[in-house]
C-alpha cells in the first residue's frame, strides 16, 4: 500500500518495489536489445547547462534548485521560529548554481558537449530521479519527485528517428501482451518556439507522442531534432547530431500495473510472466 504524504511525496512499500524492479528489468532488456550503454549521472545539473537549452524560458513553471543555507543566518532564523520548522525563509539562502533536473534525458546531452561521434552514434540508458513544480500533485500519478528511465540515441538523423518508431512498436507491443488499453497522443514540444520552422515542422511529423492510459501518461516517444546537437555542440561527422529518447515514469507505471491487476502482487507476476 503506498503511503502519501503532503507535497507529492509517497513511499513505495515492499510489493511496489519488488514491482518497479519488475518493469525496470524488461525497460533494460530493450536497452540491452538496442545496445544501449548505461549510465548514472549526479542528481544535481548545472543552471547553466540547463539555460543553454532555454529551460528556464520552455518551463518556467516546473524549475526547482538546489539551495545551499547559510548558516549563521539559519541559526539566527531558528533562533526566533516556530519549531517543527515548517518553511525556510529565503532570507537564509544563498544563490545556487544547481538544480534539479525534470527530465533524466539532459545529462546525457551535457556528458558529450563538444563529442565527435561515431559515424552510428550512440545509445545510452538512463534513469534519474526527477523534480516537477507542479501545481497539484496526486499519489503516484503526479509526484514531487520520482523516477524516469530513459533510452536515448544521438546520432544521425536517420537513425534517430529509426530509434523513434522501433521505441513506439516496442511500446506499443508491451502494453497489448499486458492487456492494457491505451492511447497514443500527440503533443507539442516546448524547447521548438511556436513561430520557428522547427515548431511547423510538427504538424508533419509528430516530435512527441505520449502513451496514456486512462488519462495518464506513463510513457513518451520524443524526437528532438538537431536541438540538443547544437547546443551542446555534439558532431557526427560533420554533421549536428539528432537526438530521440523513450521515456518511462516508474512510478506511474507502478499505479497502473496496480489498477490493471488489482494489486501489486498480482502486477509483479504478470510482469515476470513476460516474453
Given at each position: 500500500?503506498?503511503?502519501?504524504?503532503d507535497?507529492?511525496?509517497?513511499?513505495?512499500d515492499?510489493?511496489?518495489?519488488?514491482?518497479?524492479?519488475?518493469?525496470e528489468?524488461?525497460?533494460?532488456?530493450?536497452?540491452?536489445g538496442w545496445?544501449?550503454?548505461?549510465f548514472?549521472?549526479?542528481?544535481?545539473?548545472r543552471?547553466?547547462?540547463?539555460d543553454?537549452?532555454?529551460y528556464y524560458?520552455?518551463?518556467?513553471h516546473?524549475g526547482?534548485?538546489?539551495?545551499?543555507?547559510d548558516?549563521?543566518?539559519?541559526?539566527?532564523?531558528?533562533?526566533?521560529a516556530?519549531?517543527?520548522?515548517?518553511?525556510?525563509?529565503?532570507?537564509v539562502?544563498?544563490?545556487t548554481?544547481?538544480?534539479?533536473?525534470?527530465?533524466?534525458?539532459?545529462?546525457?546531452?551535457?556528458?558529450?558537449?563538444?563529442?565527435?561521434?561515431?559515424?552510428?552514434?550512440?545509445?545510452?540508458?538512463?534513469?534519474?530521479?526527477?523534480?516537477r513544480?507542479?501545481?497539484?500533485?496526486s499519489g503516484?500519478?503526479?509526484?514531487?519527485?520520482f523516477?524516469?528511465?530513459?533510452?536515448v540515441?544521438v546520432g544521425p538523423?536517420?537513425?534517430a528517428?529509426?530509434?523513434?518508431a522501433?521505441?513506439?512498436?516496442a511500446?506499443i507491443?508491451?502494453?497489448?501482451e499486458?492487456g492494457?488499453?491505451?492511447?497514443?497522443?500527440?503533443?507539442?514540444?516546448?524547447?521548438?518556439d511556436?513561430?520557428s520552422?522547427k515548431?511547423?515542422m510538427?504538424?508533419?511529423?509528430?516530435?512527441k507522442?505520449e502513451?496514456?492510459?486512462?488519462?495518464l501518461a506513463?510513457?513518451?516517444?520524443?524526437?528532438h531534432?538537431?536541438?540538443?546537437?547544437?547546443?551542446c555542440?555534439?558532431q557526427?561527422g560533420?554533421?549536428?547530431?539528432?537526438t530521440?529518447c523513450?521515456a518511462?515514469?516508474?512510478?506511474?507505471?507502478i499505479?497502473?500495473?496496480?489498477?490493471?491487476?488489482?494489486?501489486?502482487?498480482?502486477?509483479l507476476?504478470?510482469?515476470?510472466?513476460?516474453?
Open positions: 500500500m503506498t503511503t502519501a504524504t507535497n507529492g511525496l509517497s513511499v513505495l515492499g510489493d511496489q518495489l519488488r514491482l518497479l524492479r519488475a518493469i528489468a524488461v525497460f533494460l532488456r530493450l536497452a540491452d545496445n544501449a550503454q548505461e548514472r549521472y549526479p542528481h544535481l545539473i543552471c547553466s547547462d540547463l543553454k537549452f532555454d524560458d520552455n518551463f518556467p516546473l526547482l534548485a538546489a539551495v545551499r543555507l548558516p549563521a543566518r539559519l541559526g539566527a532564523s531558528l533562533a526566533d516556530e519549531r517543527p520548522l515548517q518553511h525556510v525563509v529565503p532570507e539562502m544563498e544563490p548554481a544547481f538544480a534539479l533536473p525534470s527530465a533524466a534525458c539532459y545529462s546525457i546531452y551535457v556528458d558529450l558537449a563538444g563529442s565527435v561521434l561515431p559515424a552510428e552514434g550512440v545509445l545510452r540508458t538512463t534513469v534519474g530521479t526527477c523534480f513544480n507542479e501545481d497539484h500533485y503516484l500519478r503526479r509526484l514531487l519527485g523516477s524516469m528511465r530513459e533510452i540515441c538523423e536517420d537513425a528517428k529509426a530509434h523513434l522501433r521505441a513506439k512498436d511500446v507491443a508491451l502494453l497489448v499486458l492494457i488499453e491505451y492511447d497514443i497522443e500527440v503533443a507539442t514540444d516546448p524547447f521548438f511556436k513561430n520552422g515548431a511547423k510538427q504538424k508533419l511529423f509528430p516530435v507522442e502513451f496514456v492510459v486512462d488519462g506513463i510513457g513518451s516517444v520524443n524526437y531534432r538537431n536541438f540538443f546537437g547544437e547546443r555542440s555534439i557526427v560533420e554533421e549536428t547530431a539528432h530521440s523513450l518511462f515514469g516508474l512510478e506511474r507505471w499505479h497502473t500495473l496496480t489498477d490493471r491487476f488489482g494489486g501489486a502482487v498480482a502486477a507476476a504478470a510482469v515476470e510472466a513476460l516474453g
